[in-house]
C-alpha cells in the first residue's frame, strides 16, 4: 500500500541553525501538506502545496518557514532559523485531486536546543 | 467557541467493549469528516473519512455524521488491546485544503 515517508525521524539542532525536512508524498498524489504537532497539543495546519506553489497556509506558517519540491518525489519544509518553540513534531501528508482526505507520513521530530 | 471540540479522555474500557468517540464542531461549510489513529509519537493513521451526513461502516469501526447537529461519531465494536490509541477526529470543508483537527482521545482497552 502507498504511503508517506519522511526523513529524518528525529531532529536535533540548535536554536537559529536551519533545518530541512524532508517528504516523499504517495506517488500519485498532486497536494502536499506539512502539519505539526506540540507536545500534547492539537495537530496543526502550516501550510499546503500544489502546482508547484502555496496554495494555503496558516498564520503560524510565517517567513522562517518555506517549502520546496525539488524534483519528482520530494517535499520539503525549512526552517530558516529556528526556535525553542518550534520543537515538535512536523507531519507531512498528501491527497490527491478528488481532495476528500489526507494521508499522513509517520513525522519528524525536531528538538531545538 | 473552538472549531472543533473533543473530549481528550482518557477512557479506558475493558476488551470487548463497545467504544464511542465523539467530536463536536461549529463551522458548518464542513463537509468531509475524518476519524485517525495514532499511536504513541507516530503519523496519524486514517481509519475513515464520510462525506456529508449518514453512516459508514468498515469492519468493527462505523463513523457516523450529523450534520444538523454538529456533531460526529465513531463506533468501535468488540474492542481489543491493539485498538489503544488516540484518536483524532479532522473535518474540511469543501475544495478546502486545510483539516482542523481535534484534540484528540485517549483510549485504553484493558485484556
Not at chain 1, 11 to 34: A, D, K
Not at chain 1, 73 to 96: G, H, P, Q, V
Not at chain 2, 13 to 21: D, K, N, T
Not at chain 2, 54 to 75: C, H, M, P, W
Request: proline letters at 5%.
Amino acid at each position: 500500500e502507498p504511503e508517506v515517508t519522511q526523513t529524518p525521524s528525529h531532529q536535533v539542532t540548535q536554536m537559529g541553525q536551519e533545518v530541512i525536512l524532508r517528504c516523499v508524498p504517495i506517488s500519485n498524489h498532486l497536494y502536499f501538506y506539512w502539519y505539526r504537532q506540540i507536545l500534547g497539543q492539537k495537530v496543526e495546519f502550516l501550510v499546503s502545496f500544489y502546482n508547484n506553489e502555496i496554495s494555503e497556509k496558516s498564520e503560524i506558517f510565517d517567513d522562517q518557514f518555506s517549502v520546496e519540491r525539488p524534483d519528482g518525489s520530494n517535499f520539503t519544509l525549512k526552517i530558516r532559523s529556528t526556535k525553542l518553540e518550534d520543537s515538535a513534531m512536523y507531519f507531512c501528508a498528501s491527497s490527491d485531486l478528488r481532495l476528500e482526505t489526507q494521508y499522513f507520513g509517520p513525522g519528524t521530530r525536531l528538538l531545538v536546543l | 467557541q473552538k472549531e472543533v471540540e473533543q473530549d481528550p479522555g482518557p477512557l479506558s474500557v475493558p476488551e470487548g467493549a463497545i467504544v464511542s468517540l465523539n467530536c463536536t464542531y461549529s463551522n458548518s461549510a464542513f463537509q468531509y469528516f475524518m476519524w485517525y489513529r495514532q499511536y504513541s509519537r507516530k503519523g496519524p493513521e486514517l481509519l475513515m473519512y464520510t462525506y456529508s451526513s449518514g453512516n459508514k461502516e468498515d469492519g468493527r469501526f462505523t463513523a457516523q455524521v450529523d450534520k444538523s447537529s454538529k456533531y460526529i461519531s465513531l463506533f468501535i465494536r468488540d474492542s481489543q488491546p491493539s485498538d489503544s490509541a488516540t484518536y483524532l477526529c479532522a473535518m474540511k470543508g469543501q475544495g478546502a485544503q486545510k483539516l482542523v483537527f481535534g484534540q484528540g482521545t485517549r483510549l485504553t482497552i484493558n485484556p
